[in-house]
């Protein structure tokens, strides 16, 4: 069989890159694209703007779509910059290879079998994963109970219902039910809950079951438990490392210099 994909010899001035952001059908492509440029540049790059549209004739809106797109799905991550007065200058974007809310894998949509010669069509071009199975009973993703992660609810449920929505969710891989939990979550602190969070919650996996999941506002809250995640363990560690005294500490020669100082200022 003749090849389809004709690469070139690898000799240099090669990126490599993830898979997961190519494979992520909640993205563009245009914005896999922008996303892809902006992690071919150095590691301390500043994302500029008005460079990105100057670099292609995409315009100024559709540069801002496909940041706020890459935003949303937490490849990356935009904070405002002071001055010393405390004014906002500007911003400043942190571009993540791998997206900040977990993304479980999922078989690419539209798929064909290399064996099947599909027609050059617009009309046949295959658009959803008819592979994906929505079911408790047939999926073979780890479901929630064979998990040793706890599932984290949104904090204004009662026992009853944070029951029932750890049961709606438990047909899914733990990844995706924290996704489904976290959108609830998001929707309740906006204050766009219109119905019951349980009600709502069925609604969500509805359309997860379709194919039709979009988790805007769970992004937001991921992110925000991986911040504080990532902080907490970080002064632990930082409590370790100050707390950490050496053995015979009295006896050491720096504590006796540090003492003899400590004579002189006095």
């Not at 809106?61 to 940041?67: A, G, T």
């Not at 609604?203 to 992110?223: D, Q, Y």
């Amino acid at each position: 069989m003749n090849s389809t994909i004709i690469r070139t010899p690898r000799n240099g001035q090669f990126l490599v890159v993830s898979h997961t952001p190519l494979k992520d059908i909640r993205l563009n492509w245009d914005s896999r694209g922008l996303l892809v440029f902006l992690l071919s540049k150095p590691d301390d790059w500043t994302v500029n703007v008005e460079y990105l549209i100057k670099q292609a004739p995409s315009g100024r809106d559709k540069i801002y779509r496909m940041l706020k797109e890459l935003i949303t799905f937490g490849y990356i991550e935009r904070q405002q910059k002071r001055n010393p007065s405390g004014n906002i200058e500007g911003y400043i974007y942190f571009v993540y290879e791998l997206p900040l809310s977990p993304y479980p894998d999922k078989p690419e949509p539209g798929t064909p079998d290399s064996n099947t010669p599909i027609p050059e069509t617009q009309e046949n071009l295959l658009t959803t994963d008819t592979n994906y199975v929505c079911s408790s009973s047939t999926t073979t993703n780890k479901s929630v109970e064979s998990s040793e992660e706890q599932l984290i609810t949104p904090s204004t449920l009662s026992k009853q219902e944070t029951e029932q929505a750890i049961n709606l969710v438990s047909q899914f891989q733990f990844t995706k039910s924290q996704q489904l939990l976290d959108e609830l979550t998001g929707i309740i602190n906006d204050g766009k809950l219109r119905s019951s969070p349980i009600a709502c919650l069925t609604g969500l996996v509805n359309k997860e079951c379709k194919g039709e999941f979009n988790p805007a506002r769970g992004v937001k809250i991921a992110t925000a438990r991986i911040r504080e995640k990532r902080l907490s363990e970080f002064h632990a560690q930082h409590r370790v490392e100050t707390t950490n005294v050496p053995e015979n500490w009295n006896n050491d020669p720096l504590k006796m210099k540090l003492d003899e100082i400590g004579k002189l200022l006095n």
